[in-house]
């Protein structure tokens, strides 16, 4: 199976952290969205999207690269994110990246939220919130999920067996 992972982490590296377990998991490299060519993503498998959540939404260089991908078939994704806050059961933070990612012809397969360190006024008038998040045991959920992904690939053939 090839993999790559499309990720936007600009405050404190809380989503590197993340894509970096995820991609060691996965043997695929983690990218900024400005160093993906959006006609290379069809050459793999399995993309993530990975972001901070600012004001409940994930960053816009992220949202602007899912949307100047072409309609089409795409191929599996999946979608994760990092969050001061936990991520609401009514209004899940991953739900518009991957409504508009099911838009562009990808099958969304799961998505991965966990907690990080989040300067975000007004938390930074405290000092902060999820202070030392994403922790070990947030990184070691983040790389049994990308594992998971990759078994479930693999057991469904989801792979090319030419490259």
Same mark, same amino acid.
């Given at each position: 199976? %090839?993999?790559?992972? &499309?990720?936007?982490?600009?405050? @404190?590296? /809380? ?15 983690? &990218? ?5 060519? &959006?006609?290379?993503? +069809? #050459?793999?498998? !399995? ?11 994930? @960053? ?5 690269? $899912? ?8 191929? %599996? ?20 990246? $991957?409504?508009? !990612?099911?838009? %562009? ?18 938390? %930074?008038? &405290?000092?902060?919130? +999820?202070? #030392?998040?994403? /922790?070990?045991?947030?990184?070691? #959920?983040? @790389?049994?999920?990308?594992?998971? !992904?990759? $078994?479930?690939?693999?057991? /469904?053939?989801?792979?090319? +067996?030419?490259?």
């Amino acid at each position: 199976m %090839k993999a790559i992972i &499309v990720c936007t982490s600009v405050s @404190h590296g /809380n989503t590197q952290r993340v894509a970096d377990v995820m991609g060691r998991a996965l043997a695929a490299p983690v &990218v900024a969205p400005e160093e993906v060519d &959006v006609a290379d993503l +069809s #050459a793999y498998d !399995l993309v993530g999207f990975g972001s901070g959540i600012f004001s409940g939404r994930c @960053h816009p260089r992220l949202r602007r690269f $899912v949307s100047a991908l072409p309609e089409g078939g795409r191929g %599996k994704a999946f979608v994760f994110t990092t969050s001061g806050l936990p991520e609401p059961g009514f209004r899940p933070f991953t739900g518009p990246l $991957v409504r508009r !990612l099911e838009r %562009k012809g990808f099958a969304v397969s799961d998505t991965f939220s966990c907690r990080g360190f989040d300067t975000w006024l007004p938390f %930074k008038l &405290v000092g902060g919130i +999820s202070k #030392a998040r994403p /922790n070990a045991d947030d990184l070691a #959920a983040a @790389h049994a999920f990308a594992e998971g !992904l990759g $078994v479930r690939a693999a057991q /469904n053939g989801d792979f090319r +067996s030419d490259m």
